[in-house]
T-cell receptor
Framework: GENVEQHPSTLSVQEGDSAVIKCTYSDSASNYFPWYKQELGKGPQLIIDIRSNVGEKKDQRIAVTLNKTAKHFSLHITETQPEDSAVYFCAASNSGAGSYQLTFGKGTKLSVIP | DAGVIQSPRHEVTEMGQEVTLRCKPISGHDYLFWYRQTMMRGLELLIYFNNNVPIDDSGMPEDRFSAKMPNASFSTLKIQPSEPRDSAVYFC???????????FGQGTRLTVV
């Protein structure tokens, strides 16, 4: 089955700096890669996703890049703000195998220091 | 739509008792997932349903765990008998179709003492 590794497990940045979280996956057939943000006491919420037919996607201060050859994808947050502090999860999914489950990374706790 | 609704939000029970967690997915979603979240293991998929039919329950840890989806708007996850190591946050999520956004509920924090 799919295995998703996520690094780092914790990340502290100064407000205004950029934050980068990296993930690798094992199943070369995976074709959907979402990122979720989980705030304290809440369920994960999708913030951005990318499909295997594109290499990069951007939404305001958030961007995701995908390298299918190397089987890794990254989340980039620019101009970080205190409200970006949360746990971020990457995930991978392969619909072609008939299995539509998401496999999640272990999460990255991001702290933005004012 | 109010989103995915889980109940209860918190559950404290004694070891050996039966625990039932409930989930109402978003209307129209045809996939429903049950996840367990712990510090050590992160988010683990326990089981998922497609059109009310269980598709993959390979993540269910033991026979003590069972899940049902009697109709498109309701699912339960039952633990009988419960053990302290079952303490975790249990999430239900639903989605519509393939490779689309999965919407999570607020979770049920289970503590077994």
């Amino acid at each position: 089955g799919e295995n998703v590794e996520q690094h780092p497990s914790t990340l502290s940045v100064q407000e205004g700096d950029s934050a980068v979280i990296k993930c690798t996956y094992s199943d070369s057939a995976s074709n959907y890669f979402p990122w979720y943000k989980q705030e304290l006491g809440k369920g994960p919420q999708l913030i951005i996703d990318i499909r295997s037919n594109v290499g990069e996607k951007k939404d305001q201060r958030i961007a995701v890049t995908l390298n299918k050859t190397a089987k890794h994808f990254s989340l980039h947050i620019t101009e970080t703000q205190p409200e970006d502090s949360a746990v971020y999860f990457c995930a991978a999914s392969n619909s072609g195998a008939g299995s539509y489950q998401l496999t999640f990374g272990k999460g990255t706790k991001l702290s933005v220091i004012p | 739509d109010a989103g995915v609704i889980q109940s209860p939000r918190h559950e404290v029970t004694e070891m050996g008792q039966e625990v039932t967690l409930r989930c109402k997915p978003i209307s129209g979603h045809d996939y429903l997932f049950w996840y367990r979240q712990t510090m050590m293991r992160g988010l683990e998929l326990l089981i998922y349903f497609n059109n009310n039919v269980p598709i993959d329950d390979s993540g269910m840890p033991e026979d003590r765990f069972s899940a049902k989806m009697p109709n498109a708007s309701f699912s339960t996850l039952k633990i009988q008998p419960s053990e302290p190591r079952d303490s975790a946050v249990y999430f239900c999520a639903s989605r519509q179709g393939l490779n689309t956004e999965a919407f999570f509920g607020q979770g049920t924090r289970l503590t077994v003492v």
